[in-house]
């Protein structure tokens, strides 16, 4: 695999193209430059690279895993301030990865990627920019996220009509004074869980409006001491902390996807049982009011949603200038909500924290934006037959070309250890690229058939719990077409072992555009 870019018109402007400058995108960048590949592009849509922690600085944001899990394994920090760290420290952490391997020099901001397009003559890719302009680089490597786009305007009636403020935890307007204002949070995910408690200390009157409620768990969160940075530091101390930590997930993952079916299923029964009952002790621990409680419990398995460190969330439904909201929203006035009752909720400021379209969701993925081999269309593969790409990072039809992440991404652990899971696949394949000089990858079809046939078989317990157990939950983790290709079931050692462990043939490898006629995409021919 030659870098062949040579920026005078003969060859690809960039040999690879990473598009994404958050986590994703830096581990990327790091990753490539260990190869030994310095000829690469990030393409960032924002003005500052970071991704979701440059873009979410609505008060008290952090992270709701411990600093130890939230971290990249090749850059170990043991200082940070706080046991969950907080928003502003994680980035500070990317954003030192990648001044350091000079990530910053190789990004361009504010460059919106629109569509991307294979030139199967010139075996590249054509990105087309939101200027009009053009870049092309032999191989693409998607960074976007997990969270792709904030759901900033919901099909709520009246909402253009509404004259107060209106925020989403993305873009957070540090200048609005909410002292004496009456706001209103409509969701009640992860931001809604931070966002409120530090809301309700500040404004007349704080409204909460929850469609599906979830379940919030004590966030034992503290300032990390001393001792326990300078442990940290010690050679091999993190790494063997962490290792242990995967070990427990280790055993749980293996429980969970190998469990006989009519085992699984009483043990779900009963997980759900004990769970619910425990739960509802939680909840008359720290909430007074039995209204209240009923509107907060849940109605679906214990494990249906990805559960919230909630912190002192539950607790803001005992003050006097809190409301919680279960009715459902009519439409919105000039200066109000108004609910399917038929009562007024007068408001000043509107929190839009309903979510964002996730790599999970088929919807999230538009026709016409990436187009493959043969006109092979993304978007439209995805919307009809369903999410499916090998290791959850290449997808037959689209050579050249890799999500970080993809269609059973999750591997139990935290967002570092999938982006260090993929980044640590795409290099093998690479590096295999390089040895045979080629600069034309693509899966084989029937490898990402025989892929996907083994997420089903072995998702069987997974897609079954949250199809049966967690229907009216609203979980992301079934998607619009019923599938649950959020979590991958293979354990955590089992996806390590088999990223760089596959076989190379998989992948067909030339340096020669593709001569041989294939069958039409499939999408193609339920289309005509």
């Known amino acids: 695999m030659k870098d062949e870019s040579t920026h005078d018109g003969t060859g690809p402007d960039f040999h690879v193209a990473i598009i994404g400058a958050g986590a994703g995108g830096i581990c990327a960048g790091i990753k490539l430059q260990k190869l030994g590949i310095t000829d690469f592009v990030i393409l960032e849509r924002t003005s500052e690279m970071g991704g979701t922690w440059a873009a979410n600085t609505y008060p008290n944001v952090g992270a709701d895993l411990p600093f130890l899990a939230y971290q990249f394994s090749f850059a170990p920090k043991a200082d940070w301030d706080h046991f969950f760290a907080k928003g502003d420290q994680i980035q500070d952490y990317h954003l030192g990865l990648a001044i350091d391997a000079g990530l910053h020099h190789k990004t361009m901001l504010d460059t919106e990627v629109r569509k991307e397009e294979w030139d199967e003559e010139r075996l590249l890719w054509r990105l087309r920019i939101g200027d009009g302009s053009t870049i092309t680089a032999r191989f693409v490597l998607s960074a976007v996220g ?9 099909t709520i009636p009246g909402l253009d009509e509404f004259s107060g403020e209106v925020m989403i935890p993305s873009r957070w307007n540090h200048d609005y004074d909410f002292a004496g204002k009456r706001a209103a949070v409509i969701g009640v995910g992860s931001s809604s869980v931070q966002i409120a408690p530090a809301l309700a200390e500040e404004v007349e009157h704080l409204d909460v409006y929850q469609r599906t409620p979830q379940r919030y768990f004590p966030k034992p969160d503290f300032r990390t001491p001393r001792w326990m940075q300078r442990l940290l530091r010690l050679p091999t101390v993190a790494g063997q902390l962490h290792e242990a930590i995967l070990g427990v997930l280790e055993i749980g993952l293996r429980v969970l996807i190998y469990t006989p079916k009519p085992l699984f299923n009483v043990g779900a029964t009963v997980f759900d049982f004990v769970g619910d009952r425990l739960y509802n002790l939680w909840l008359w621990l720290c909430v007074r009011s039995k209204e209240d409680r009923n509107k907060l419990r849940p109605s679906f398995g214990a494990a249906c949603t990805r559960g919230t460190l909630g912190g002192g969330y539950l607790s803001i439904f005992n003050r006097d200038n809190v409301e919680l909201h279960t009715e459902g929203i009519d439409h919105l006035t000039a200066d109000s909500i108004v609910t399917r009752d038929g009562l007024d909720h007068p408001i000043d400021v509107l929190v839009l924290a309903t979510g964002y379209e996730m790599f999970s969701d088929p919807e999230t993925y538009r026709e016409d934006t990436v187009l493959g081999y043969g006109g092979f269309d993304l978007g439209r593969f995805y919307n009809t037959h369903g999410l499916r790409a090998y290791h959850s990072t290449a997808v037959a039809g689209l050579p050249n070309r890799w999500l970080l992440v993809g269609p059973y991404s999750w591997t139990g652990t935290a967002f570092h250890y999938i982006l260090e899971n993929a980044t640590r696949h795409i290099m093998a394949v690479l590096t295999e690229a390089r040895v045979r000089d080629a600069t034309r990858v693509e899966v084989r079809q029937e490898a990402q058939d025989k892929f996907h046939a083994d997420m089903v078989d072995k998702g069987a317990n997974i897609a079954r719990y949250f199809n049966v157990n967690c229907a009216g939950s609203n979980t992301y983790f079934v998607n619009s077409h019923g599938d649950a290709v959020y979590v991958r079931p293979w ?38």
């Open 491 to 528: 354990t955590i050692y089992q996806s390590r072992r088999r990223s760089v462990d596959f076989d190379r043939t998989d992948y067909s490898f030339s340096s020669t555009p593709n001569t041989v006629v294939r069958p039409a995409p499939p999408e193609q021919e339920v289309m005509a």
């Open 146 to 154: 997990a969270y792709i786009n904030p759901k900033d305007r919901p």
